[in-house]
């Protein structure tokens, strides 16, 4: 078992930046290959982008590739997502996964946060 807590949302205009962070306590953090979804009022949850147990290999939603970046500290029991020229359809709830059982497979994800809302403003 695992328990994830995000932290790091907020309000931005658009063009700005934001980091979130994912602290997660339980079992062993680099067991578990990380993800962030999010979702908008209406729509339906979208995933955002992962990373792997080894911390080599990363994907990344056409939505945001080039401008969000995801890491993990393994030993800090910790995964971040910086979230650069940010743009008004980025407004939604970010939640924090992890899967024991793989990591580019949304499907996969079976532990979550409790979401941490981001509003990009125009």
């Known amino acids: 078992q695992v328990q994830l807590n995000e932290s790091g949302g907020g309000w931005v205009q658009a063009g700005g930046s934001l980091r979130l962070s994912c602290t997660t306590s339980?079992?062993?953090?680099?067991?578990?290959?990380m993800g962030w979804f999010r979702q908008a009022p209406g729509k339906d949850r979208e995933f955002v982008t992962a990373?792997?147990?080894?911390?080599?290999?990363?994907w990344y939603a056409d939505s945001v590739k080039g401008r969000f970046t995801i890491s993990r500290d393994n030993a800090k029991n910790t995964v971040y997502l910086q979230m650069n020229s940010l743009k008004p359809e980025d407004t939604a709830v970010y939640y924090c996964a992890a899967s024991l059982t793989g990591w580019a497979n949304p499907a996969s994800y079976n532990y979550w946060g409790q979401g941490t809302q981001v509003t990009v403003s125009s």
């Open positions: 990373i792997s147990r080894s911390v080599g290999s990363t």
């Open positions: 339980g079992r062993t953090f680099s067991s578990y290959g």
